[in-house]
């Protein structure tokens, strides 16, 4: 680990030098791409820096103790001993996370797609509540949130709904939530007063640029329509809806949200491209079956990952087995408890399978 960590120190200087060379502010590409890779190294450099640094100090004290007399001095050098080994600990455990292998989408924004399940109208209602809990959260996070496609039902409720979110990690933290969220709950149309579970499906794809996905025009099929449903001035006036239906996969895609075809065109071909990659990353990760036993969150996506009670006032997420009593603090996008401990638990579970394949 620690040659590792003196050859990213060395490619960090590499970096600064390169950075300062005259011409290459010039150059946007190569001085975004120096900038990126300096940008993921900081972390790292100055957690080992401030390693070394108490490596050193633990060997100062430790001379100093034994050269010192004074008794009151001895033991303000015993604290600073003590301090610079917890520390030690510490930066140990954080270098460790720091060099897990980084998945290459956590920078990528995202496509999400909510479909309601079992329950109908009461799925439908929980899927377009869930939408609302994401773009809370996005808001909250300052990324933006753009809107691709909806399939509505009167009664405020969304059969479909796919958006994209465009922010600084967002895959990184949303990739947690793909899986099958379940509710349980009274429906507002039940008389009776019985609780009633619901489930709804949510897919967090990365975005998919052109290099990473691919097209060809002969596999597409390109159909135009009138839009429909709730909508502005243009609905049901032009032909502005888009439909692509990719025939190796039998995926169709809709977009109708923009009065402009292009612009549908391009969200369209977007939520495509999100599709056709997830299919590509799912087989990457059935092909890498051990790998996927040691990580949270990118599983089947059938698996049902979390329980929303609302009789009981409480979110349960089963993969880490934790309950939080504040669901409608979490239905108004407070979900970083939530993230947060998928995150640890991943890191956790990832470390504990290098030490084993070290061991």
């Keep these: 680990m620690f040659d590792k960590l003196e050859d990213l120190l060395v490619r960090f200087e590499e970096l600064l030098n390169e950075l300062n060379e005259p011409g290459v502010a010039s150059d946007p590409a190569r001085f975004q791409k120096l900038m990126k ?59 460790k996370v720091l060099l897990l292998p980084k998945d290459p989408n956590d920078d990528k924004n995202v496509i999400v797609e909510i ?112 839009a429909s449903g709730n909508g502005g001035q243009c609905v049901n006036t032009t032909d502005s809806a888009v439909r692509l239906t990719h025939y190796p996969t039998g995926i169709v895609v809709y977009s109708q949200t923009e009065k402009s075809q292009l612009q549908n065109k391009a969200k369209a071909f977007a939520l495509l491209r999100a599709k056709l990659y997830d299919i590509e990353q799912q087989k990457a990760h059935d092909a890498e079956a051990e790998l996927r036993r040691s990580q949270i969150g990118t599983g089947d996506r059938s698996e049902k990952i979390r329980t929303y009670n609302f009789p009981q006032g409480r979110v349960t997420d089963h993969r880490i087995k934790l309950t939080l009593y504040k669901l409608d603090a979490v239905m108004d996008g407070d979900i970083d408890e939530l993230l947060d401990s998928l995150i640890a638990a991943d890191q956790a579970a990832k470390l504990a399978a290098m030490n084993e394949n070290i061991a």
Aim: overall charge negative; hydrophobic content about 35%.
């Design 37 to 95: 890779e300096q940008s993921n190294l900081q972390p790292i450099v100055d957690a080992y820096k401030e390693y070394k640094n108490c490596h050193q100090t633990v060997e100062d004290s430790l001379a100093m103790l034994n050269e010192e007399s004074d008794e009151e001095m001895r033991e303000m050098l015993k604290e600073e001993l003590s301090g610079a080994k917890d520390r030690i600990a510490q930066l140990e455990h954080e270098l």
């Design 115 to 226: 479909r309601a399940g079992a329950g109908g109208d009461e799925a439908a209602l929980f899927a377009a509540e869930m939408y609302r809990l994401y773009v809370k959260y996005a808001e909250k996070r300052r990324w933006r949130v753009e809107m691709l496609n909806a399939d509505e039902i009167g009664i405020g409720g969304m059969k479909e709904v796919n958006f994209m979110i465009t922010g600084q990690g967002a895959y990184s933290r949303l990739k947690y939530e793909s899986g099958v969220h379940r509710v349980q709950r009274v429906p507002e149309t039940e008389s009776g007063g019985r609780i009633h579970t619901s489930t709804i499906t949510v897919a967090v794809m990365p975005e998919a640029e052109d290099v990473d996905v691919v097209i060809d025009e002969k596999d597409i099929r390109i159909d135009v329509m009138r």
